[in-house]
């Protein structure tokens, strides 16, 4: 695919086509216009603040880098030339002020005439609004209280009135013109040097009478009403004194008086985002959390930086924010802090192109960008152009993108070609027609909508599993996420049909989930009611009672779509104020520190509940070899008993200079300590008769000869002479006859294609071409052989490989139609991890003669698998499974056998051949109702699960077209 183009009008010299000039300035003069406006310009000073820009562009495009993208120049060029200018207008106002006294006297009746009618558009809003929001809003805005102050006040959560002032605000917004709105949140004008003195003082004494003059129709309490009363009438009365005092005397007077009463716009956090390099950096998606305890999947917020790097989201007063960038990086705020800068680390530069199935660009289509390390999460960051490209800066190469184009499905996220910072990738994201529409009304108990509640659509949603070794989904579109509006309603577009799962959320109300099919161009409309949620408070404290911060806090309702997570505040208290009544888990864990659960029976009691975590033992010692000197940084691991809890099961670290090592102990006991060295390529067990106990200490003494000494060395060349170049090669360890240790790119091949790898213990080892990221489309892969390596010998691996087999690999359905969305990964049979995985229908592979193991699966057929494909060399060969449309199937797992080795998880696997669909982990503590997601055909299944001893519990199950969403499935204990 060729790249798509950015055209700019300069050439590397300077110089420019005067046509490409005039297009260029043609498209992107109405953008400078729109920025202006937004600095605060009218629209004739913005269409002169734009040619401004132009001008200082021609006359400094020599000094311009054309190899940087132009428009964050140009924004950056018209924000410091209306700066200027608004400038210059401040002196020549001042210069002016003496003869503008002459004119004040009708300039004030002018501005009355005016204000007044502001204020009868301010009373009639403030009396139009709901009662729940007039109170604390006046609170807020006339009496200056604090967010926290009015809940006080009110006794109320914070959270709810953050809410309601927010909500508040937004219908008053609404409600007013600008000019009557500006008045009542803010006495200041942005972006004029015109505003005096007797302007200011006039909109302060609107704003007092607004207030009086509302309190006859506002539903607030005897003594708040006598408070704004008294406050408002001494003001005013100060204002009517000062009314007649001089112009220059009123600008010193009523200034303290206007930092008094006005409202400070510091609700909002400003966010400033820069590349490596310091430039403003756009398009990104950056998501701003509470660290206070609450649910973040609730009160997060999500903002896109513009051109010029800006972006600003509602902040939560009094609480320290915790702010994170899709490119990567994360900062916390504390909780004053009004503006933060981050910086995006080096990244890669994404030339996109969205078109539809016949290859026609699309406009306007959304660029969404997500998944990084494999989170699930993102947002649109970018629109394409009219031609249908895009560019991003900075983007983690294990990223995903997709389209969301008007009328179309959303695309599969698609991961980045394997590229590395500073490097430039091509990519085509295909949109197909058809999209299907879901409207989703959020109401509370009582009917009233309920604004702002947060409403997920999609395959991928919270709670999806992982199916594959290597933890790779099937390439599902990102879910729709957004928010309702003041009628409790949100729109879901540019869905694919077939099966999503949907959850609501809103703050102190119960999440609601459900699963709903949609046809090709469908539409639906549901109704959720939330139930009003109760509240747990608690802590999570140290044995001796200290508070631990951040500790990790999950709860368990039965249902992984709503299930709740969170980190603890500061001084390790947390609040959930979203649980239905009955019986649910709380389970908590910290750095350092085991675990601990809680059965809470809500509803039941208000009690603030305590969660003691116990400090993990230490294990402290050294390790140095047989003859007394110390093994410094050397990379240590130690791995505890299996835990039954959501506690970690192992540790590592480095060792010191002196060879010194402090770890905890997971579980309580020590199953096995492995080490290695900066060079080796693989961990070296540690043997029962290399430790010592030392007083309380522990003393490896690893011997000399023990040490990895054995080296794999050669030079590779294809069948037809052509040495493989800058190969990342793979190591399979066969430890015994049904054990065997992967280790993913342990060397790359130089440009002659030869590789070393070492030193290594003696044992049998596999080397495999791997053909991931860059070496991953069209590259031969394959087993390269299997060698017995001896103790401190070198053995020479090189050779040239036999003639590549050609595997066609095509998934169809039996009606000859393609599945959506399907993952398919190839393997070395028994090896626990996928050596290649792609997301595509059809693929040609070149892999060397073997045996390999084969497996697809998608969000639309059931899983299908081919452990014994043998291909020989020179031959081409076909792997086209049929398959069998399936969809998802929770199945919920209880009375699991107390002695069950949770280990070895969960496998499901058909009844009769017992093919093995896929094996789920099994995570304990807050999983006591395990809940696994399948994609299966109608038939008969089994789940299996081993017990100690070697034992293996199993219960069968059946699906059909009439199963429910989710089966139950109990063990016998």
Not at 254 to 268: G, M
Not at 383 to 411: C, I, K, N, Y
Not at 721 to 728: A, I, W
Not at 817 to 843: D, I, K, N
Request: with cysteine; aromatic share 4%; hydrophobic share 40%.
């Amino acid at each position: 695919m060729t790249p798509p183009t950015f055209d700019s009008p300069f050439s590397p010299d300077g110089s420019c086509d005067s046509a490409a000039f005039e297009d260029f300035a043609r498209r992107v003069t109405p953008e400078l216009e729109r920025l202006a406006r937004r600095m605060g310009a009218s629209r004739e000073q913005s269409r002169d603040a734009a040619q401004d820009t132009w001008l200082a562009v021609l006359e400094a495009r020599g000094h311009f880098d054309a190899r940087r993208p132009l428009k964050p120049w140009l924004h950056a060029i018209l924000r410091f030339r209306w700066r200027s200018t608004l400038r210059r207008e401040g002196r020549r106002s001042a210069v002016a002020d003496s003869h503008a006294a002459a004119q004040l006297a009708e300039r004030d009746d002018a501005r009355r005439a005016e204000l007044a009618d502001a204020l009868e558009r301010v009373r009639c809003a403030l009396r139009d609004l709901p009662e729940r929001y007039r109170e604390p809003l006046v609170l807020h805005l006339v009496e200056g209280l604090s967010p926290i102050e009015v809940a006080q006040r009110l006794g109320q959560s914070r959270s709810s009135v953050r809410v309601l002032l927010h909500r508040g605000r937004e219908r008053l917004k609404r409600a007013l013109p600008r000019q009557a709105f500006a008045m009542l949140l803010s006495l200041r004008r942005r972006g004029t040097a015109h505003a005096t003195p007797r302007w200011r003082l006039l909109a302060s004494a609107a704003l007092l009478s607004v207030a009086a003059s509302v309190l006859a129709v506002l539903a607030v309490s005897d003594a708040t009403r006598k408070s704004l009363t008294s406050r408002a009438h001494a003001e005013l009365a100060y204002i009517e004194r000062e009314a007649s005092s001089p112009a220059a005397e009123l600008e010193t007077r009523a200034a303290p008086l206007a930092e008094r009463i006005e409202v400070r716009a510091d609700t909002r956090l400003a966010i400033h985002v820069r590349d490596s390099r310091g430039a403003p950096l756009a398009g990104v998606g950056l998501t701003v959390e509470p660290l206070d305890g609450s649910d973040p999947r609730v009160h997060r917020r999500e903002a896109v930086t513009d051109a010029g790097g800006f972006a600003s989201v509602e902040r939560t007063p009094n609480v320290p924010q915790r702010v994170a960038l899709d490119r990567g990086g994360a900062l916390e705020v504390a909780p004053d802090a009004l503006e933060c800068t981050l910086t995006a680390p080096a990244g890669v530069r994404v030339l996109g192109r969205v078109v539809d199935e016949l290859g026609k660009p699309l406009a306007d289509a959304g660029v969404w960008l997500g998944d990084v390390a494999g989170s699930r999460c993102g947002q649109v960051v970018a629109q394409t152009r009219a031609d249908g490209t895009f560019e991003l800066r900075e983007v983690p190469a294990d990223a995903s993108l997709a389209a969301v184009a008007p009328g179309h499905q959303r695309t599969p996220m698609i991961p980045l070609p394997g590229a590395g910072p500073e490097q430039q990738v091509a990519l085509e994201l295909v949109a197909r027609r058809g999209a299907a529409l879901v409207s989703v009304t959020v109401l509370d108990a009582d009917g009233s909508p309920l604004e702002d509640a947060r409403v997920l659509v999609g395959r991928s949603v919270d709670g999806v599993p992982q199916q594959l070794a290597g933890g790779r989904l099937p390439a599902f579109p990102p879910p729709f996420d957004g928010r309702t509006d003041e009628r409790g309603h949100v729109e879901c577009t540019s869905l694919e049909p077939g099966r999503h799962s949907i959850v609501v959320r809103a703050s102190g109300r119960v999440p609601w989930a459900t699963t709903i099919e949609l046809a090709d161009r469908g539409e639906r409309a549901l109704e959720a009611r939330l139930q009003l949620g109760f509240q747990v408070r608690g802590r999570v404290v140290s044995a001796v009672g200290e508070p631990l911060a951040r500790a990790q806090v999950a709860c368990n309702h039965g249902d992984p779509l709503v299930d709740t997570a969170l980190a603890c505040a500061d001084d390790g208290s947390f609040v959930l104020d979203s649980l239905p009544a009955g019986n649910l888990w709380i389970a908590a864990r910290a750095f350092d520190h085991g675990s601990a659960e809680r059965e809470l029976t809500v509803g039941a009691s208000n009690e603030v509940i305590e969660l003691a975590l116990a400090p993990l033992p230490m294990c402290e010692g050294t390790l140095r070899d047989d003859g007394g000197a110390p093994l410094g940084n050397f990379e240590i691991r130690l791995l505890g008993s299996p835990s039954r809890s959501i506690a970690p099961n192992s540790d590592e670290g480095l060792t010191g200079n002196d060879g010194t090592f402090a770890l905890a102990v997971p579980g309580g006991d020590i199953r096995r300590i492995e080490v290695r060295a900066p060079s080796w390529p693989v961990w070296c067990v540690v043997q029962r008769a290399w430790l010592r106990i030392d007083g309380e200490r522990l003393l490896i003494e690893m011997p000399l000869a023990a040490q990895p000494q054995s080296w794999l060395r050669g030079t590779f060349v294809d069948a037809h002479g052509t040495p493989l170049r800058e190969r990342s090669v793979d190591l399979v360890r066969h430890i015994d006859a049904r054990t065997l240790d992967w280790m993913p790119d342990v060397a790359r091949s130089d440009a002659q294609g030869a590789l070393s790898i070492g030193p290594l213990p003696a044992g049998k080892y596999e080397l495999v071409l791997a053909a991931r990221g860059r070496d991953e489309r069209g590259a031969l892969a394959g087993s390269l052989g299997c060698w017995t390596l001896a103790a401190g010998a070198e053995l020479d691996v090189g050779r040239s490989l036999p003639a590549a087999s050609t595997l066609e690999c095509r998934l169809r359905f039996r009606d000859g139609t393609t599945p959506l969305a399907p993952v398919v990964a190839w393997s070395l049979p028994g090896v626990p991890g996928e050596l290649a995985t792609w997301f595509e229908c059809e693929r040609t592979l070149e892999l060397l003669p073997g045996r390999y193991a084969f497996k697809a699966l998608g969000d639309d057929f059931a899983w299908v698998d081919a452990d014994a494909l043998q291909l020989h060399a020179g031959a081409r060969e076909l792997w086209e499974p049929r398959l069998e449309r399936a969809s998802a199937m929770r199945i919920a797992l209880a009375e699991l056998p107390h002695d069950v080795e949770r280990a070895a998880g969960v496998v499901v696997a058909r009844q009769g051949d017992d093919a093995p669909l896929g094996t789920f982990a099994l995570e304990s503590g807050l999983e006591r109702r395990q809940v696994l997601e399948c994609f299966l055909a109608p038939g008969n299944y089994r789940a299996l699960v081993r017990r100690a001893g070697g034992a293996l519990a199993q219960v069968p199950f059946e699906v059909s077209q009439a199963s429910p969403d989710m089966l139950e499935l109990s063990f016998e204990r």
